[in-house]
């Protein structure tokens, strides 16, 4: 079994729909949470940070963690056809970026 | 602009050569790593880098080497020992100071032919 499992989709929604993505963890020593958004051919870029459980959120993004089900979310409001990419879930036991432990990723496409 | 330069884009090599990815930050970072990415799976650390003049290996070190003479390089070297070479290859950096946001580059997307 894989410290973190995500959907690979694809999945395709509709302009303006609301988009849930979700990864699970079997490592109840994770702490911070991240959420990567990377466009075909190019290096991923971190959207979304948390630090334990609860909500944050950025303008049309939402990221939630419930470290009880080791179960993460990233909600994305307004769907528009730019959010098209492959979002990465990421996650680690303490601050260094060297313990990060990637999703495979999902791919979304978002039709205008 | 501050950010974190791969290069070359593509890369094609022969069964049997060395061939070396080159990355160059200019963010001031003092913590540098690579990832290979393979369809279906995460991001896979190979070397990662806290300082210079020292480097560690990450989960899949065998077949790669890494040098670190100076804070704004970090190039990978994927030698002939390496099985399955054809791969995007990810570089990324990060303040290193209790931070755990790293910042990538574009890749390098490298095929043996």
């Known amino acids: 079994q894989k410290e973190v499992e995500q959907d690979p989709g694809p999945l395709s929604v509709p302009e303006g729909a609301i988009v849930s993505l979700n990864c699970t963890y079997s490592n109840s020593a994770f702490q911070y949470f991240m959420w990567y958004r990377q466009y075909s051919r190019k290096g991923p870029e971190l959207l979304m940070y948390t630090y334990s459980s609860g909500n944050k959120e950025d303008g049309r993004f939402t990221a939630q963690v419930d470290k009880s089900s080791k179960y993460i979310s990233l909600f994305i409001r307004d769907s528009q056809p730019s959010d098209s990419a492959t979002y990465l879930c990421a996650m680690s036991e303490d601050s260094s970026a060297s313990k990060i432990i990637f999703g495979s990723g999902t791919r979304l496409s978002i039709r205008p | 602009d501050g950010g974190i330069t791969q290069s070359p884009k593509y890369l094609f090599r022969k069964e049997g050569q060395n061939v070396t990815l080159s990355c160059e930050q200019n963010?001031?970072?003092?913590?540098m790593y690579w990832y290979r990415q393979d369809p279906g799976q995460g991001l896979r650390l190979i070397y990662y880098?806290?300082?210079?003049?020292?480097?560690q290996k990450g989960d899949i070190a065998e077949g790669y080497s890494v040098s670190r003479e100076k804070k704004e390089s970090f190039p990978l070297t994927v030698t002939s020992a390496q099985k399955n070479p054809t791969a995007f290859y990810l570089c990324?950096?990060?303040?290193?100071?209790?931070?755990?946001?790293?910042?990538f580059g574009q890749g390098t997307r490298l095929t043996v032919v």
């Open positions: 963010l001031n970072h003092d913590a």
């Open positions: 880098s806290q300082i210079v003049n020292d480097f």
């Open positions: 990324a950096s990060s303040t290193g100071q209790m931070n755990t946001e790293a910042f």
